[in-house]
T-cell receptor, first 116, second 117 residues
Framework: AQTVTQSQPEMSVQEAETVTLSCTYDTSENNYYLFWYKQPPSRQMILVIRQEAYKQQNATENRFSVNFQKAAKSFSLKISDSQLGDTAMYFCAFMKLKTSYDKVIFGPGTSLSVIP | GAVVSQHPSRVICKSGTSVKIECRSLDFQATTMFWYRQFPKKSLMLMATSNEGSKATYEQGVEKDKFLINHASLTLSTLTVTSAHPEDSSFYIC?????????????FGPGTRLLVL
């Protein structure tokens, strides 16, 4: 079975600074997807970034980038130039790569507070 | 595009009554929908996977007779909490995977807050 671990229950960062959220996972699969989701106080889940395991290049989306280390089964999220709107719960998630849609397994989450 | 709605957004009911929550994909067809439960400050816990035209697949520990799921069309799945009790109070979220599109894409609804008195 796959598991996702986020070892930082809470983090804070000063506005405009950079913060890195950690995520490790355990799987015997070779092909899979990894995601970071954001859940602001509205509780709407928002996809921040995704990474295909077969791609060596780390995914980036504007101020968000990941450090994907497949051998170490590590998938950290870096947020640059933090903004107040980045305050939210962040969930790391895993999904097996299949021809049909499979379920997503979420980590326990990291609560990020951006301090003005 | 790719909007998923849930109705109602919040509901308060008396213990022993049943509550139905709807999940709709507004601008795409969804072969698969997922139902999650989320407790305060906790992660999303998958309850069941719903495929159009077939029975839902429930996760271990989830009572299928308690949480009835119907995926009657490619745009609508419903979750009915039967004989609700205070311990069923929670935040319920659905997500939908498009019939056409990349296999990793799923879109989340805004959630439904259920309070059972």
């Amino acid at each position: 079975a796959q598991t996702v671990t986020q070892s930082q229950p809470e983090m804070s960062v000063q506005e405009a600074e950079t913060v890195t959220l950690s995520c490790t996972y355990d799987t015997s699969e070779n092909n899979y997807y990894l995601f970071w989701y954001k859940q602001p106080p509205s509780r709407q889940m928002i996809l921040v970034i995704r990474q295909e395991a077969y791609k060596q290049q780390n995914a980036t989306e504007n101020r968000f980038s990941v450090n994907f280390q497949k051998a170490a089964k590590s998938f950290s999220l870096k947020i640059s130039d933090s903004q107040l709107g980045d305050t939210a719960m962040y969930f790391c998630a895993f999904m097996k790569l299949k021809t049909s849609y499979d379920k997503v397994i979420f980590g326990p989450g990291t609560s990020l507070s951006v301090i003005p | 595009g790719a909007v998923v709605s849930q109705h109602p957004s919040r509901v308060i009911c008396k213990s022993g009554t049943s509550v139905k929550i709807e999940c709709r994909s507004l601008d795409f067809q969804a072969t698969t929908m997922f139902w999650y439960r989320q407790f305060p400050k906790k992660s999303l816990m998958l309850m069941a996977t719903s495929n159009e035209g077939s029975k839902a697949t429930y996760e271990q520990g989830v009572e299928k007779d308690k949480f009835l799921i119907n995926h009657a069309s490619l745009t609508l799945s419903t979750l009915t909490v039967t004989s609700a009790h205070p311990e069923d109070s929670s935040f319920y979220i659905c997500s939908a995977a498009p019939f056409f599109g990349s296999s990793e894409t799923q879109y989340f609804g805004p959630g439904t807050r259920l309070l059972v008195l």
